[in-house]
C-alpha cells in the first residue's frame, strides 16, 4: 500500500514538473516578445483619411476621393515594403540572437539544473519559432530561408548535444 502512494506521489510530482518546464519555456518567450515590443516600437502605419471613411459608401466618388484613396494605398504599400518588412527583419534577428543564447544557457545548465534547463530551453524553442515567424512577416522568402535554415541548424545541434551526445566520463 505504501507504494502506491509513494507512486501517486511521485506521478503528481512528475506532471507538476512538466507544466512547471512549459510554463517556464512559455513566460521566457513571452518576456523577450515583450521585451522587443517594449523597447523596439513597431512602425505607425499610415492613418486612413476621413474622406475615405464609410459616409462615402455607395456614392459616386469624387476626384477628390479617388486621389485621396491613391495615396493612401501608396502611403500603405510603402509602409508596408520600407517600414513593416525591415521592421520585422530586425525582430527576427534579435529573436533568434535571443533563442540561441537562450538555448546555449539552458545545455549549460543541462547536468545540474535538470528541470530548470528543460525550461530555459523549451523557452528558447518558443523564441526560435517566434523568430520564424517574425521573419515571415518580413515578406522576404529569402530572408525567411535564412532564418528557417538557422532555426533547423540550431534545433539539430539542441537535440545531439541534449538527448545524442555521449556525458564525459569522470
Known amino acids: 500500500m505504501a507504494s502506491k502512494a ?4 511521485t506521478e ?4 507538476l514538473k512538466a507544466i512547471y518546464v512549459v510554463f517556464l519555456g512559455l513566460i521566457i518567450a513571452l518576456f523577450i516578445g515583450l521585451g522587443i515590443a517594449a ?8 492613418e486612413q483619411p476621413q474622406i475615405l471613411m464609410s ?4 456614392k459616386e466618388p469624387t476626384n477628390e476621393i479617388r ?3 491613391i495615396d493612401y494605398n501608396k502611403a ?8 513593416l518588412g525591415p521592421y520585422f527583419r530586425n525582430v527576427a534577428i534579435i529573436c533568434i540572437t535571443m533563442a540561441v543564447i537562450i538555448l546555449a544557457i539552458g545545455l549549460l545548465f543541462s547536468m545540474k539544473f535538470l528541470i530548470l534547463s528543460d525550461g530555459i530551453l523549451l523557452g528558447g524553442v518558443f523564441t526560435l519559432i517566434y523568430s520564424v515567424i517574425c521573419a ?5 522568402i529569402r530572408f525567411t530561408f535564412i532564418i528557417v535554415a538557422v532555426a533547423l541548424l540550431v534545433t539539430i545541434a539542441l537535440g545531439f548535444w541534449k538527448f545524442l551526445r555521449k556525458p564525459k566520463k569522470k
Open 76 to 83: 500603405r504599400k510603402d509602409y508596408e515594403e520600407n517600414k
Open 136 to 140: 515571415a512577416r518580413a515578406n522576404n
Open 55 to 58: 459616409e462615402n459608401i455607395g
Open 39 to 46: 523597447f523596439y516600437e513597431q512602425p505607425k502605419e499610415p
Open 6 to 9: 509513494k507512486a501517486k506521489k
Open 67 to 69: 486621389q485621396a484613396e
Open 12 to 15: 503528481h510530482y512528475t506532471l
